[in-house]
Structure formats: structure tokens, C-alpha cells
């Protein structure tokens, strides 16, 4: 069923995207997962470029986020497919990184423009200095190759403050807030214009 409830979230996720456009309002993109039967399905390329004509987003409009391990499990394939998936300006994050294979030789290969640090390494990152080191050096190896990097799992300012410091791009968590529903934040954005 994961087929039928991807290609739901995709629809649903890019039609709220398209409305919040309409009202300038929201974000300037909107991001979705991509499962590992999703990444591997044949009709996944031309699923997304009739999504993408139906909503009328432009480039880099939509990114899907695809786990590192869902990624790496057969690189060639996964490569080819994201690779068509970019020509449509598509933009691609590898999801969950530090966790999986952790590949850097495959990871230089895959047409990727984001990598989110996972909350794994984000945890103890004030207390362990095994994770410190580890989310300094992905900062600066994922910078070196030319990404945005996005750090999950935020909850304190401590976490927040080595992370701006080590230059992380974009921080996301529960210091900033809470998953609400797309309707809490029409109102939120609605209000503050």
C-alpha cells in the first residue's frame, strides 16, 4: 500500500503547496519522503512530473527527501532515477545521513542539493564529543561538496549554537516548533501578514 499512500501524501503535499502559493503565503518550498518501493518504482519520474504540472510548481518548488540507506541500496538505480527526477528542478535531500551506509564515494555521485544531519548525532552533540566532531566534520564535508545542510532534531540553544557556529544552513526541531496541521499554518501565516 505504500505505493497508493506515497503517491496520496505527493498529490496532497504539492495541491496545499500550490494553494499557499496562490494566497503568497508559506514556504518557498515544500518537501516530501519518498519510500524505498517509491524510489524503486518505474512510473515514479512521471508520477512526479504530473504532479508538478497539475500545481504549476516551478523549479526547485519541491524537494523529496530520500532516506541515505533507501539511497545507497543500489546506488546505479537510485542515481538514474534521481538523477531524471533533478531535470525536472526537482530538488533532492538525502534524508537521515550518518545513519546507513554512509557512502561518500556514492554520495559524490547522486545528484543530491541537501543533506540533513540526523537528530542521532544532533542529540549529545553539547555532552558527547564523538557526535560534536561528527556533525562538524559532516558539516564541512557536505559544504566542501557544495550542499545545503539541514540539522534534525533541535531542542535546546546549546544544540542550536554549535550548529550556527559550525555553519550549519537550516536547523529544524522542537526548539522552533511542533508538526501542527497545514491549516494551523494558513492561519499562522495568513495572521502575520
Known amino acids: 500500500m505504500i505505493q497508493t499512500i506515497g503517491d496520496w501524501v505527493l498529490d496532497k503535499a504539492c495541491r496545499r503547496f500550490a494553494r499557499w502559493k496562490a494566497a503568497d503565503i508559506g514556504p518557498s518550498r515544500v518537501a516530501v519522503n519518498v519510500s524505498a518501493q517509491q524510489l524503486s518504482d518505474p512510473a515514479l519520474v512521471t508520477k512526479v512530473a504530473a504532479v508538478l504540472q497539475r500545481y504549476g510548481l516551478r523549479d526547485n518548488e519541491l524537494e523529496l527527501e530520500i532516506t541515505e540507506s533507501v539511497a545507497m541500496s543500489d546506488p546505479v538505480s537510485a ?113 502575520d501578514r
Open 79 to 191: 542515481g538514474k532515477t534521481l538523477q531524471a527526477l533533478r531535470s525536472f528542478g526537482v530538488t533532492l535531500a538525502i534524508d537521515d545521513f550518518g545513519t546507513g551506509y554512509s557512502s561518500l564515494a556514492y554520495l559524490k555521485r547522486l545528484p543530491i542539493q541537501v543533506l540533513k544531519l540526523d537528530r542521532e548525532f544532533v542529540r549529545d552533540i553539547e555532552s558527547d564529543e564523538n557526535d560534536a566532531a561528527i556533525s562538524a566534520a559532516t558539516l564541512a564535508l557536505a559544504h566542501g561538496l557544495g550542499l545545503i545542510v539541514v540539522a534534525e532534531g533541535i531542542e535546546t540553544e546549546g544544540q542550536s549554537r554549535f550548529l550556527k557556529a559550525h555553519g550549519c544552513d537550516l536547523l529544524q526541531g522542537y526548539l522552533y516548533g511542533r508538526p501542527a496541521p497545514a491549516d494551523a499554518w494558513t492561519e499562522r501565516w495568513t495572521a
